[in-house]
Nanobody, 114 residues
Framework: VQLVESGGGMVQPGGSLRPSCSAS????????MGWYRQAPGKQRELVAT???????NYAVSVKGRFTISRDNAKNTVYLQMNSLEPEDTAVYYC?????????WGQGTQVTVSS
């Protein structure tokens, strides 16, 4: 599976961004998808996941501010990020998982700063 993220950028605290991840090379609707992030000097951490039937799960730190969604017709998963905080600054990675197979995107930088 090839994953390509886009839609990161720089935004002021309180702002919004909506990165997306386009997938190819698999039957997208069969893949569980997720967003992870890695800040400088920290380990990669889970942000949100969405199953094949669109059940979602969020990290406590983003619940109520971020929304993950998928469009199987476009082979794309989105992460709507609202009320962004400086602590959300990180490289955001897309993840696809099918049984024991897993793929990662190259990452997109999100910077929250005034």
């Amino acid at each position: 599976v090839q994953l390509v993220e886009s839609g990161g950028g720089m935004v002021q605290p309180g702002g919004s961004l909506r990165p997306s991840c386009s997938a190819s090379g698999s039957i997208f609707r069969n893949d569980a998808m997720g967003w992870y992030r890695q800040a400088p000097g920290k380990q990669r951490e889970l942000v949100a996941t969405i199953t094949t039937d669109s059940s979602t799960n969020y990290a406590v730190s983003v619940k109520g501010r971020f929304t993950i969604s998928r469009d199987n017709a476009k082979n794309t998963v989105y992460l709507q990020m609202n009320s962004l905080e400086p602590e959300d600054t990180a490289v955001y990675y897309c993840n696809a998982r099918y049984v024991v197979f897993e793929s990662w995107g190259q990452g997109t930088q999100v910077t929250v700063s005034s």
